[in-house]
């Protein structure tokens, strides 16, 4: 299935890459990455993806390449493997390039190694129906901004929500409740939803920003300001968002029902509006 990728200036068999031990991307996670939805064969927000590429590929310092340029690969690829009206993630990522392993930049003339790929869209039913979730500490770096292919501290901690038996792990720096393990989080209090404004300490999800403009427009109450762990006791409803998972309710936090235990009016809203611009942006001749 979607056998064929983007590798280095080529689309091949996934099976016939080979990459070098060399590559900063396997010595150090020297790289960035990012996930694009594509629904009935058309990309959903591929823009902010791809500058938001940009912008990691600016906090590494990885020079020489245009994150934009990059957008005929995915289209390429979806041609390439046969997509057609299909849903699809496509993932992107690209590496400081393979150089003899020493911690300081390579020479000015390694180039960067990308690397592009088609995944099945993985829908858990519980993104519908709720999910459970734990808090754990951020152990993460503070340059949380960037999407670095280096996601131990991620992995470690959604390791340990799937042994809680949960779905997602979000992350507290000094009490403050920031995101998930690869979702951002949204608490309503008083009918306002509220997420971590946008810093160091967060991905700027692209989702994230979707729901915002929702809210914007559909003059849905919403503040972009810490949240705090001791305040969470008062949310009436949770939910995480993100490219595969778009606007999933939280049911159960730390073993804790949230509200009454089921989806809320809110977030069942807010999904439907999700997905209502998701289908209209995708059923537009437009892809960008
Ligand atoms: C740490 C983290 N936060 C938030 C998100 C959600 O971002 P987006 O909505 O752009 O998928 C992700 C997605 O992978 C993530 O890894």
């Not at 900063?24 to 960035?32: E, S």
């Not at 038996?165 to 998930?180: K, Q, S, T």
């Not at 606007?247 to 809203?269: C, E, M, S, T």
């Amino acid at each position: 299935m979607f056998d064929t990728v983007y590798f280095d200036g080529i689309y091949k068999r996934k099976a016939d890459v080979s990459i070098s031990p060399d590559d900063r991307g396997f010595l150090f996670g020297d790289g960035a990455y990012e996930v694009v939805v594509a629904y009935r064969g058309r990309y959903f927000r591929k823009r902010e993806h791809l500058e938001r590429l940009n912008h990691s590929l600016r906090g590494l310092r990885i020079g020489g390449l245009d994150a934009l340029s990059l957008d005929p690969i995915l289209d390429d690829l979806m041609r390439k493997n046969d997509v057609g009206s299909g849903d699809v993630t496509a993932y992107i990522q690209v590496t400081r390039g393979s150089a003899v392993r020493k911690h300081a930049f390579p020479p000015a003339d390694v180039r960067p190694t990308v690397f592009a790929q088609l995944m099945p869209v993985v829908r858990d039913p519980s993104f519908k129906t709720g999910v459970s979730v734990i808090t754990v500490p951020d152990t993460r770096w503070s340059r949380c901004d960037i999407k670095s292919v280096n996601l131990l501290p991620n992995c470690l901690a959604n390791q340990l929500a799937q042994e809680a038996g949960c779905i997602e792990a979000i992350f507290v720096r000094d009490g403050v409740v920031l995101e998930g393990s690869l979702s951002s989080f949204f608490a309503v209090f008083d009918g306002v939803a509220r997420t971590a404004p946008k810093s160091n300490y967060i991905l700027a999800g692209v989702t994230r920003q979707a729901v915002l403009d929702i809210c914007e427009r559909e003059g849905i109450s919403f503040s972009e300001e810490p949240i705090y762990l001791t305040e969470l006791q008062d949310a009436e409803e949770m939910f995480i968002t993100g490219t595969t998972r778009e606007v999933a309710p939280i049911i159960r936090l730390d073993g804790q029902p949230v509200g009454n235990g089921q989806p809320g009016p809110f977030v069942r809203r807010l999904a439907e509006l999700y997905r209502a611009e998701a289908e209209a942006a995708t059923a537009d001749a437009k892809t960008a």
